[in-house]
């Protein structure tokens, strides 16, 4: 396989596009007779400033070529419905297809967003449900469903953090996060006015409670983390923080992009968080990747609620004893909307179909797996090849996904994790976060989830096993990788700054 001159046949045909297929004349379809005399002028029949000036540059091809075409663009993507995807942080749950099915009943796909309350009444009450669920499994009372992604919903929460304290007669100037916090969270603490300051871990992988005090002080609007953090383990001294940023008059900020290793277990309220974001593409089974749809819930103590955006879902029973259902705009303290209409309507019927027909015992059960799935697995890579050149940065008992260090690999077999990462393409495998979070030295993260059955995770391991094994007589294999993908190694470098966006005719 080394340096393989030969292309695959989707390596050979990778540059063709379905305009590069078109032949003048070719047509897929017929359309019927339109039902009017054939020399009428078509201004007669279509308004003038409705009619192009010149033909539309589409593609002129036969019925058969368009389905073999999008056939073999489909087979090019690597998916959950592909192999094994055990990308840490950004998790890809299975997405059970009953969630589909449920979301594409014509009451739900074909609903418009601008109809009434009257006449959605269904609809605002999955948006009900879907709200006390989240409550509950959050342990915080309110729920906004409005933020469109989980950063959407971090820069929401930290808008509401400004309200309260203006509320309160406070202007505080700083955020706190540490330095194993997700990449978006400095990121939303600069786009809502506040200055990020970072907070250090210790030898266990938690937050470092000496520089915590030493930074903690009442110029702090919020303090942002995961529990578990993005090196998958769980803080021990989470009720000592929540006690720190309280007494100061902070607010406590969970970001929930790792809810789905306790979820059922523990709840972010219990642990002393005022405000939760809930990426329901990561922890309820939204499919996600592309850029979206997303939706990123917020829920909040009582002491925020005031603040949260409008329109909330409520209800009032009715004289006759009846759920109504309703949105309500009468919030005067809100920070308004922060997006259109009330949110991705299909991800939350999604979410919500995965939530009821999991049920409270079946998500806990959700959790067990995917940190079970996780403590095997870093197990296994603890052995052999693994353990010698990738172990564990933190190794601790994990949660849902745990850290391995490439250091070892890069300095005595001179790979990169990159490279590690491209050659478990070629043995079928997506490969696992890199780089990430950036306090390990060549970080390798991996999240299984909790679907994933044993031969599985034992594949993945042998497959690392193989590769380091090979690498240790002719590193230069995995360097080259990947092989059989249909594009072969990128030039990173140039696709950075010599980006091709507009499509070549």
């Not at 589409?58 to 056939?71: A, C, D, G, K, M």
């Not at 850029?291 to 829920?299: K, L, M, N, S, Y």
């Not at 601790?396 to 745990?402: K, L, N, S, Y």
Request: proline fraction near 7%; aromatic fraction near 6%.
């Amino acid at each position: 396989m080394k340096g393989a001159a030969t292309e695959t046949p989707q390596q050979a045909d990778r540059a063709v596009t379905i305009f590069e297929k078109s032949v003048p004349g070719r047509r897929a379809a017929q359309l019927p007779a339109a039902g009017v005399e054939e020399d009428t002028p078509i201004a007669e029949l279509i308004p003038g400033h409705l009619l192009r000036e010149t033909p539309a540059e589409l593609p002129e091809v036969s019925e058969p070529e368009i389905v073999r075409h999008y056939n073999r663009i489909s087979r090019r993507n690597f998916d959950l419905d592909t192999g094994f995807y055990p990308l840490g942080s950004c998790t890809m749950k299975y997405n059970p297809r009953v969630n589909e099915r449920v979301a594409s009943l014509p009451g739900f796909a074909a609903l418009h967003p601008g109809t009434s309350a009257d006449d959605a009444q269904g609809a605002l009450e999955v948006m009900f449900l879907l709200q006390s669920s989240l409550s509950e499994i959050c342990g915080l009372p309110h729920v906004s469903l409005q933020p469109s992604a989980g950063s959407q919903g971090e820069l929401t929460g930290l808008l509401l953090a400004r309200a309260y304290h203006a509320d309160q007669g406070r202007n505080p100037g700083k955020v706190l996060t540490p330095d194993t916090a997700h990449g978006t969270n400095p990121a939303s603490v600069t786009m809502a006015g506040y200055e990020v300051v970072k907070v250090a871990t210790d030898s266990e992988g938690g937050v470092d409670l000496e520089d915590l005090r030493s930074k903690i002080d009442d110029d702090v609007a919020c303090l942002m983390l995961t529990n578990p953090n993005t090196l998958g383990v769980f803080d021990r001294n989470i009720t000592e923080i929540a006690r720190l940023a309280h007494e100061c008059g902070a607010l406590l900020y969970y970001d929930g992009a790792n809810l789905n290793a306790v979820m059922g277990q523990t709840r972010p309220g219990d642990m002393g968080f005022d405000i939760v974001h809930v990426n329901l593409h990561k922890s309820f089974s939204q499919p996600h990747g592309g850029g979206g749809p997303g939706a990123g819930p917020i829920a909040v103590s009582d002491r925020v609620e005031p603040y949260l955006p409008r329109p909330q879902v409520v209800f009032e029973v009715t004289e006759g004893g009846l759920l109504k259902f309703d949105l309500d705009f009468d919030r005067p303290r809100s920070i308004g909307r922060v997006r259109g209409f009330q949110g991705n309507f299909g991800v939350f019927v999604r979410s919500l179909a995965y939530i009821l027909s999991l049920g409270g015992d079946g998500l806990a059960e959700a959790s067990r797996l995917a940190v079970l799935n996780a403590n095997y697995l870093k197990k296994r890579l603890s052995e052999g090849r693994a353990g010698r050149y990738l172990p564990v940065a933190f190794d601790r008992h994990c949660m849902h996904e745990f850290v391995l260090s490439g250091a070892a690999m890069k300095r005595e077999l001179g790979l990169r994790t990159t490279d590690l990462a491209k050659r478990l393409l070629d043995f079928g495998f997506h490969p696992p976060t890199v780089y990430f979070p950036l306090l390990v030295e060549e970080a390798l993260m991996v999240e299984p989830v909790e679907t994933e059955p044993k031969e599985q995770l034992d594949g993945f391991a042998e497959a690392i096993e193989r590769i380091l094994e090979e690498a240790e007589s002719d590193p230069e294999i995995a360097r080259q990788a990947p092989y059989s993908t249909p594009v072969r190694r990128l030039d990173e470098v140039a696709a950075t700054r010599k980006p091709v966006i507009r499509q070549q005719r």
